[in-house]
Every structure is written in structure tokens, then in C-alpha cells.
């Protein structure tokens, strides 16, 4: 009786780190395999979504980096540079940032466009013309259901 409730116990243990042993019910270890396999059914990125959009200090940053390089070209930190350009960015007057942002917004509403087209492009293409005929219909049950309601009142 011993041996099969040894052979038991080792069934529901889990070993942990440090050698540490854990019991374990059928209930948790179906819990454990579904977490696993929501990981593994993750959806993939799609390589052809358009990427976001850099923001204005993002902008300023890709200048920024070519100038450090020069000036510093023996500097290999990422980090350093990352934090001068912070520095740089804070001491900037708004005149200054100016031109950043506005190169930020261009890409924006660039990004916005690709976006559109993207999203048309998933839907299968056919949305410009259901919209147009959406667009049609509602008028007309605007116009049509306001006439119904004066019929009806």
C-alpha cells in the first residue's frame, strides 16, 4: 500500500526550481496546459500592417544620432547617446522643435493613409463602393422614413 501511494503522490508533483517538490491537482495541470497554448496561438504580426508613425522627438532623434556620430565617433552606447539626446530635446524652445513636429504630423497622416488602405485591403477591397451605396441608402431612409413618420402621426 505504501509503494501505491508513493507512485501516487509522485503523479500529482510538480518539481519546481531549487529541486522542490509541489502537489498538484488535474484541475491546475489542465489550467498550466491552456495558459501554454493561448502563448503558442498567439496571433503572428502581419509584415504588411504599416508601422507607426515616429513621434516629433523620435524625428529629432534620427538627426540628432548623425551628429553625435560625428562628433563622438569612438562612443559606442546606445545609452549615452540616448540620453543626450533627451537632454538636448528638454533644452530646445519650442521654435526649435517646430520643425520636428511638423515632419512628425506629415508622417502621421501618411501612416493614417496606409492605414486606410491596409484595413480596405483585409476587408477584400470592396468597401469603397459598399460605402458610397451605404452612404445612398441612409440618405434615402432619411428622406424616406421622415415622410413615413408624418404618415403615420
Known sequence: MQGELEGRVWEECI???GGKTRAVS???ESKLGVKMTKKEKKAAK???KPKRPPSAFFVFME???KQYKEKHPSNKSV???GKAGGDKWKSLTE???APYVAEAEKRKEAYER???AYNRKLAGGADDDSDKSKSEVNDEDEEGSG???EDDD
Open 26 to 28: 488535474k484541475k491546475s
Open 15 to 17: 518539481i519546481m526550481k
Open 114 to 116: 496606409n492605414m486606410e
Open 63 to 65: 538627426d540628432f544620432r
Open 46 to 48: 502581419d509584415p504588411n
Open 147 to 149: 415622410g413615413e413618420e
Open 79 to 81: 545609452a549615452a547617446v
Open 95 to 97: 521654435g526649435e522643435k
